[in-house]
């Protein structure tokens, strides 16, 4: 027997009445789909269509954000910074104040865990980024002066940096 032969007579009689409630609550929300009810600031009750409200924002593409994160800045960081074991901590330091920036000022716990990941970064927060390591890398700085530029955009935004 499929589902639409069932009796909704049937069904309300094998349902609870507080099961009801529910299903007459999920039809209901059926008549408005992708509509919610939000309390403005004056108090009142508004139906905002939340498709709409999403067709005029920018989405990130994927593809954009592999090719900022990987191609621009972890290649111009793995290809300006010092190379090799004994600046293994400088490089950490300028990726963990980095990964702040990307990551909208996520810092990492007691555990070493940051909770975002920067591969996934709007694509505004990359761009920046990459100007950054661009600019300086323009002005051939040292590792210090790049580290400066991170610290001071974290600032700037009130995101602090990494204990």
Same mark, same amino acid.
């Given at each position: 027997m499929s589902d639409k032969?069932?009796?909704?007579?049937?069904i309300e009689r094998i349902?609870?009445?507080?099961?009801?409630?529910?299903?007459?609550?999920?039809?209901k929300s059926e008549e408005i789909k992708g509509e919610q009810l939000i309390i403005n600031l004056d108090s009142e009750i508004v139906?905002?269509?939340?498709?709409?409200l999403l067709l005029g924002q920018r989405i990130d593409d994927p593809v954009q954000k592999f090719q900022l994160y990987y191609h621009g800045l972890t290649k111009l960081l793995k290809d300006t910074l010092p190379k090799g074991k004994e600046f293994e901590d400088v490089r950490r330091i300028v990726y963990d104040e980095?990964?702040? &920036?990307?990551?909208?000022?996520?810092? !990492?716990? =007691?555990?070493?865990?940051? +909770?975002?990941d920067g591969r996934m970064a709007y694509v505004e927060d990359l761009e920046e980024a990459i100007k950054i390591v661009a600019d300086w890398t323009?002005?051939?700085?040292?590792?210090?002066? &790049?580290?400066?530029?991170?610290?001071? !955009?974290? =600032?700037?935004?009130?995101? +602090?940096?990494q204990d």
């Open positions: 032969n069932i009796d909704k007579n049937k349902l609870s009445k507080e099961d009801q409630e529910r299903l007459e609550i999920l039809q139906i905002e269509n939340q498709a709409e980095k990964n702040i &920036l990307i990551n909208r000022g996520a810092k !990492k716990d =007691e555990k070493g865990i940051r +909770g975002s323009s002005r051939k700085g040292t590792p210090a002066e &790049l580290f400066i530029a991170f610290w001071d !955009k974290n =600032e700037e935004l009130e995101y +602090g940096h």
